[in-house]
Each structure stands twice: as structure tokens, then as C-alpha cells.
């Protein structure tokens, strides 16, 4: 008989073994790998077992795992019956069960390891996705059960954690949903097929100092994203974003929206790519009034040659509408305007990328129809790239963003009047005394 005070929000956790797989994600200081860790001694008591626990790198084993391991056979009085042996490391029950701890930088030595029946995948989120798959392939045993727990803090949406147990392809025409991560956070615990959910943050461990919990929350401050990881155990995006003011609305809520403004201005911008990159074309309105920029339409394909692009285009020669394209392309607007659509090359410059960014960004809010996916997809998590030193570079990016590049060519002529314009105009009409 083993007595142990836990925290209550993973007593459930500790005992159920009903799903193959068990995915754990939280913030700091959650207690998540504590449990986890007392959960595989406790079934390993129970059952004979072979356990494999797995990092990406081994040489951070012997002070986190191996040594929380150690820690919690002392506070349950056992550890004179389960001997932790450092050399190799390995934990050993008086049943035959045994924990082995292997680190995925050194591949070779998985290779050797038979009839294991458990895994655990410690900061899941640093080891590869192909290493991830080899671990699958290494849990076997010819009668027990099988389960591979996965405990992380959340990094971001770009992570394959994120892609495997929640929403492949976010925002794109193929986007999966094995479990919205939203959910997640409102249930706290969930199945989904063979895979248990739990998702805990510091709140939810009753033994940890108030002072910790008090810097975590002063990382709102001055790191939101280190807030929403640390504090808030939720996936996002990491790094500074490019459009804040950026969000997605119902088609029809977009298209009233346009309909109710005053002398709209329509303006149409086409990025062309072929293999790596991919073709965009955006249309969009402006209310110039109050500084809104709505996208209502787009275009998006990979790997078409120009009569392919021209035949999709085909609206465009009857409508005659300008297009504003990309003018490193000459042979693609020569011969889309061969075909009849009314386009010609934007202006580009030296540093017109960060001026045609800091144009976009001036805008109050940009709104876009929930029917450009890609757009969404692309826009939605943009992020600015960051130099060796950790400096943000203003026009680079963490994607090739072509929708962005759309919009800034649809935008060539046109200026966003921001506060700053707005000063000048005021003390130029108080010095004509107006």
C-alpha cells in the first residue's frame, strides 16, 4: 500500500491506461512530468514491464528525468526495494519491470531495445517527427497492452505536436482537425479516438510557491509569447507578428461590410511563383475613410505554366478589372495580357519591401473573407524573421508570405494617410489659419 498526496487535477491521469497514446501539454511549473513519472513507477510496480523514457538529447537525462525519478521512490519510501543505477541508468524493480533511458541524438542505440511495452517522450516537442514515427515502431510486446505518453510545453503551431494531435495543414483546403486546441483548454481533459488529452498550467499544482506563479505572471509584461507558453500552456505564434490588426470574418459579414462603404476603392494584386513559390491573386476594397482594408477573393496555385494560369484567370478578360502584378515577371503580365486580362507590373524599388510592409500595417484593421484559406493561412501567423543576435529584421519573414506580396503589388499607387500624415496636414491648415 502506497499513500501519496497528488494534485487533483491529475488523478484521473494516473490511473487511466485506456488509450494507446496520452498527450500532456502545459505551462511551467504545471507538476505534468512529475505525475507522468509517478505514473509509470506506480504501473511498473504493478505489472512487469520494460520502459523506455526518451529526450532529445541523452545528456539532459541524469538531471531531469533520471533524477525526478530518484526523487519521487524517496518520497515514497521505496527506494530501497527500486534501485536507481546510474551506470548505465536504468531503474529497476524487484518484479523484473525496468526503466531505461536512451536520448534520440544517439539513434543507434535504440536498435538494441526489445519487447518495450511503454515509452515516455519527454519535451516531446524537441524531438524530430521522424524520430517520433521510429519510437512507434520500437513500442511492441506480444501481450501487453502498448502506450507511449508525450508531455511538452507548447511551442508553436508550426511544431508537428501541434500538426499530429491537433490541426494538420491549419487554414489551408486540406486542413485536418483531430481536436481543436481550444477545446482542449475550456475541457481540460479529453479522448479523441486512442489518444488521452490533459492540459494543465501552474494553477492546477496546489504544492507550488506563490512567488512562482507571481513571476510568471510578470511575463505578460515584458514576453507575451514566453506568457502564453509559460503561464497559459497554450500553442500560437511565436515571434513578433507582422499584421496584429489582421482577422478573418464570415464571407457574407465581409461582403455587407463593402457594400456599406462610402465610395469604396477596388484594387487587385497578383504574385506569380511556380514549383517552390505559388501564384496569388487578391482582391480586395478599401474603405479610405476609416482606414480598413477588406480581402474578399482569392486566387492560389502551385506549378502552373502561364496558359494554365491565364485559363483560371478567364473572369479577368471580361471584367477588365486592372490586375497589379509582380514586375520581376515581364514574360507572365506580356503574356497574361496577350490573353486579354488587363494587368501591368507594379513599381519596385530598393527597400520597397519594408516601405510597402509599413503601408500595410498603417491600416486600422485588415478583414478578410473566411473563403481565402490560403490567405488566412499565410497572414494570420506572419511573423518577422530575427538576425544571429536575435534582432527583428522588418522585411523578412518566417514563410515566403505570397498573399502579402499580392497585396502590396494591388497597392502600388495607393498611400495610407497614418497619424502621422494627419499632423502634418493640421499644422500645415493652422498656419493658413484654417
Not at 117 to 126: G, V
Not at 349 to 356: A, C, E, I, P, T
Amino acid at each position: 500500500m502506497i499513500e501519496k498526496e497528488v494534485n487533483p487535477h491529475f488523478e484521473d491521469f494516473l490511473f487511466d491506461w485506456n488509450q494507446k497514446f496520452q498527450f500532456l501539454v502545459g505551462g511551467y511549473g504545471s507538476s505534468k512530468s512529475y505525475h507522468v513519472a509517478l505514473k509509470v513507477i506506480l504501473k511498473l510496480l504493478s505489472e512487469k514491464r520494460t520502459a523506455l523514457v526518451v529526450r532529445e538529447v541523452y545528456e539532459t537525462i541524469r538531471e531531469s528525468c533520471f533524477s525526478l525519478f530518484e526523487e519521487i521512490l524517496i518520497e515514497l519510501e521505496i527506494d530501497d526495494r527500486v534501485k536507481a543505477v546510474t551506470s548505465p541508468m536504468q531503474i529497476r524493480f524487484p518484479n523484473g519491470s525496468k526503466i531505461i533511458f536512451k536520448g534520440m541524438d544517439k539513434p543507434q542505440k535504440l536498435k538494441s531495445i526489445h519487447n518495450v511495452s511503454l515509452i515516455w517522450l519527454e519535451e516531446c516537442s524537441e524531438i524530430k517527427y521522424e524520430g517520433f514515427k521510429e519510437l512507434i515502431g520500437r513500442l511492441r510486446h506480444p501481450t501487453l497492452p502498448l502506450h507511449m505518453i508525450l508531455s511538452t510545453n507548447p511551442v508553436d503551431e508550426g511544431n508537428w505536436t501541434y500538426s499530429h494531435f491537433f490541426i494538420k495543414n491549419k487554414g489551408q483546403e486540406d486542413e485536418v482537425i483531430f481536436l481543436d486546441d481550444e477545446d482542449l483548454y475550456e475541457k481540460r481533459t479529453l479522448v479523441v479516438d486512442d489518444t488521452y488529452y490533459h492540459h494543465s498550467t501552474a494553477d492546477d499544482n496546489l504544492f507550488l510557491p506563490a512567488s512562482y506563479v507571481e513571476e510568471l505572471e510578470k511575463t505578460k509584461i515584458y514576453d507575451l509569447d514566453l506568457y502564453r507558453v509559460a503561464r497559459k500552456g497554450r500553442f500560437g505564434v511565436s515571434g513578433t507578428k507582422v499584421l496584429p490588426k489582421f482577422e478573418s470574418r464570415p464571407h457574407n459579414e465581409v461582403m455587407d461590410a463593402i457594400n456599406d462603404i462610402y465610395k469604396p476603392v477596388y484594387r487587385a494584386g497578383m504574385d506569380f511563383g511556380f514549383e517552390e513559390s505559388s501564384n496569388a491573386l487578391l482582391r480586395m476594397a478599401i474603405d479610405d475613410r476609416e482606414k480598413i482594408l477588406y480581402i474578399f477573393w482569392e486566387y492560389y496555385s502551385k506549378g502552373k505554366d502561364d496558359p494554365e494560369i491565364a485559363d483560371d484567370l478567364v473572369e479577368f478578360s471580361k471584367t477588365k478589372e486592372l490586375v497589379r502584378g509582380d514586375s520581376a515577371e515581364p514574360k507572365t503580365i506580356f503574356y497574361l495580357k496577350k490573353r486579354g486580362i488587363n494587368i501591368k507590373a507594379a513599381k519596385k524599388f530598393q527597400g520597397s519591401r519594408l516601405q510597402n510592409t509599413k503601408k500595410v500595417k498603417r491600416f486600422h484593421k485588415i478583414v478578410c473573407s473566411d473563403q481565402c484559406k490560403n490567405t488566412i493561412r499565410e497572414l494570420k501567423s506572419l511573423t518577422y524573421k530575427k538576425d544571429k543576435q536575435g534582432n527583428t529584421i522588418y522585411d523578412e519573414f518566417n514563410i515566403d508570405p505570397h498573399t502579402f506580396s499580392a497585396i502590396w503589388y494591388g497597392l502600388d499607387d495607393y498611400e495610407v494617410v497614418d497619424l502621422k500624415n494627419h499632423k502634418e496636414t493640421y499644422k500645415a491648415l493652422q498656419t493658413l489659419g484654417l
